[in-house]
């Protein structure tokens, strides 16, 4: 596989209903080893440009392509280049997770890496004999993903991926994605939650109203941190910290947030003498770039 070209690549793809511009002419191409962060509200294009891509809907213009296969015209060679997690699962529930992984690799034709298989279902911690039918919402999820990232196909695309996940599974899919990259699978990854995102893209493309409004990589638009508190009483910043430290918000129920342009051993040391409840230190950004394009949206 060559790194350098690229393994899914549109051409102005645009998809119209009458005078409406679901998704505006998109450019947009993704690399083999390479993490792509799928970012906008609801309503933004995001699940056209997905279902354009892996040739469920036809264009209106424009062209994409897939392993250099075009994902309308000949849609039956793009798939095999790729694994699909949609945002909404529809599974049977007559099955147990190891038909259903079996069920879905026989549509390439293969027959799923046991050894693997057993891996990743001791990570999911999940039981692949139980039928889905008893499974709750989070619990079929893993069974989707383990499906998707079983194969190891070229390119993986993941909607929304920790929908009904604990956050210990979220960690240890950021880790799988990680992995995935490492070992040059590229990845378009689509969530509203931005510390996923900024926890394993090397790149962000923004989409608003059917429009590409950014695509930068993510090293430009690190600085700065957010630290997030849960405390009994408001802080009092100390004057020597007051130069890098500022509350951004706070609220009765003891929520406070903090910005720093870097977190330096002094912060670290105030924020354990503080007796906060709960800590979370994050990039900020990721959060402040895309607050200059959805002012006021809450975006994960």
């Not at 692949?128 to 383990?146: F, Q």
């Not at 090397?202 to 608003?208: E, H, I, M, Y």
């Not at 977190?263 to 040391?269: G, R, S, Y």
């Given at each position: ?197 900024d926890a394993v893209a090397d790149r962000v493309v923004v989409l608003r109203k059917g429009e590409l409004v950014m695509d930068r990589p993510l090293s430009a638009l690190r600085g700065g941190v957010r630290i997030h508190l849960v405390i009994d009483n408001p802080p009092i910043i100390p004057v020597a910290l007051r130069d890098q430290l500022r509350i951004t918000e706070s609220d009765k129920w003891g929520v406070c947030d903090l910005s720093a342009p870097v977190l330096t051993p002094e912060i670290l040391a105030w924020l354990a003498l503080t ?26």
């Amino acid at each position: 596989m060559d790194m350098n070209v690229p393994i899914l690549k549109t051409g102005g793809i645009a998809k119209r209903y009458g005078t409406f511009d679901a998704l505006k002419p998109l450019e947009l191409s993704i690399r083999p080893g390479e993490v792509v962060g799928l970012l906008g509200p609801n309503g933004s294009g995001k699940t056209t440009a997905l279902r354009l891509i892996l040739g469920f809907l036809r264009p209106t213009s424009g062209r994409a392509t897939l392993g250099g296969h075009d994902c309308w015209q000949a849609g039956h060679l793009a798939r095999t280049f790729v694994s699909y997690l949609p945002a909404e699962l529809r599974l049977y529930d007559s099955m147990n997770g190891r038909q259903i992984v079996r069920w879905i690799a026989s549509f390439r034709g293969e027959t799923p890496d046991q050894e693997r298989m057993l891996r990743l279902a001791r990570l999911f911690e999940l039981d692949l004999d139980r039928p889905l039918g008893v499974l709750s919402s989070g619990m079929k999820r893993k069974v989707a993903l383990l499906a998707v990232m079983l194969p190891k196909t070229p390119l993986l695309i993941l909607d929304e991926p920790t929908n009904a996940l604990d956050p210990s599974m979220r960690d240890a899919l950021v880790e799988l994605v990680r992995m995935a990259k490492q070992s040059g699978q590229a990845v378009l990854f689509s969530s509203h939650i931005l510390e996923e995102v900024d926890a394993v893209a090397d790149r962000v493309v923004v989409l608003r109203k059917g429009e590409l409004v950014m695509d930068r990589p993510l090293s430009a638009l690190r600085g700065g941190v957010r630290i997030h508190l849960v405390i009994d009483n408001p802080p009092i910043i100390p004057v020597a910290l007051r130069d890098q430290l500022r509350i951004t918000e706070s609220d009765k129920w003891g929520v406070c947030d903090l910005s720093a342009p870097v977190l330096t051993p002094e912060i670290l040391a105030w924020l354990a003498l503080t007796g906060a409840r709960e800590l979370r230190v994050e990039s900020d950004g990721l959060r402040k770039a895309l607050g200059t394009i959805f002012p006021g949206a809450l975006l994960g």
